[in-house]
């Protein structure tokens, strides 16, 4: 059965020497079905090169290697204005739009869970598929990874 992946998994798989990058790319690795979606990547690809100031070749380099195995949730534009009514019919604005993609990616997935570092984002939109908060993956200072 596939699991989901938020953008800050990727991320800390990506960028982080540390013990939360190491646990993120074991979760991945040990994951038979990886599975995120392609905005994920440019999210991903942000974060990255504009908040972590890594070069964009680097950087387009950890993520192909990070997500070599995943597959990837197409989302249409029905899916996208699903999530926004989702959005608006439990009384989120702004950026919970995003949150409620890649919730909805994962149940369009039909994932058995979605793996984030920020849960409770997720929990008032009453997921369909289980939320797992990476241990130790809220405010977790920028380690680089080893070249």
Known sequence: MSEYFDTPVIVFACANAGTL?????QLIAATPEPVTTPHAL???FNTLT?????????ARRMIRENTARFQF???????????????V???AT???VYDVLHLSA????KAAKLHTSNKRDFT???????VVKMPGSEHVPHQPAAA
Do not use: W
């Open 89 to 91: 019919d439990n009384g």
């Open 21 to 25: 990058g190491q646990l993120a790319r």
């Open 94 to 96: 702004g950026d919970k």
């Open 50 to 58: 504009y908040r972590l100031g890594i070069p964009p070749q680097e």
């Open 124 to 130: 008032p939109f009453k997921p369909a598929v289980q």
């Open 42 to 44: 440019a999210e991903s």
């Open 106 to 109: 994962a149940e369009k997935a």
């Open 73 to 87: 949730v197409t989302m249409e534009a029905g899916d996208y204005n699903a999530a926004i009514d989702r959005v």
